[in-house]
Nanobody, 123 residues
Framework: QVQLVESGGGSVQSGGSLRLSCAAS????????MAWFRQVSGKEREVVAY???????SYAEPVKGRFTISREIAKNTVALQMDSLKPEDTAIYYC?????????????????WGQGIQVTVSS
């Protein structure tokens, strides 16, 4: 049974940092693509960043230069280091994974999801 478990969320003041982690289990090998999405109430879930086992990474424009995605392939974990946080980064953050050979910004392409974790940035 595939499971993704996020940790590390919380509250921080504007300009601060948080680090999210996600541990994946139940896969045969490592999922090709792991990603972070976020969702604000009343809005669509949007991609934050994704990273393939090949090392290819991609970031959404609003977080470029402030967020860093990383993976430990052997441990099946993905992390999101979030620096210079802004109030507009406040959202529920979700870890997602896709076993097959494609990374995508489209949430419908991801098979597996974590439960979500709250990040709140106050001004």
């Amino acid at each position: 049974q595939v499971q993704l478990v996020e940790s590390g969320g919380g509250s921080v003041q504007s300009g601060g940092s948080l680090r999210l982690s996600c541990a994946a289990s139940g896969y045969t090998g490592s999922p090709y693509c792991m990603a972070w999405f976020r969702q604000v109430s009343g809005k669509e879930r949007e991609v934050v960043a994704y990273m393939a086992t090949s090392g290819i990474r991609s970031y959404a424009e609003p977080v470029k230069g402030r967020f860093t995605i990383s993976r430990e392939i052997a441990k099946n974990t993905v992390a999101l280091q979030m620096d210079s946080l802004k109030p507009e980064d406040t959202a529920i953050y979700y870890c997602a994974a896709r076993a097959s050979n494609l990374c995508s910004r489209d949430q419908t392409n991801y098979n597996d999801w974590g439960q979500g974790i709250q990040v709140t940035v106050s001004s």
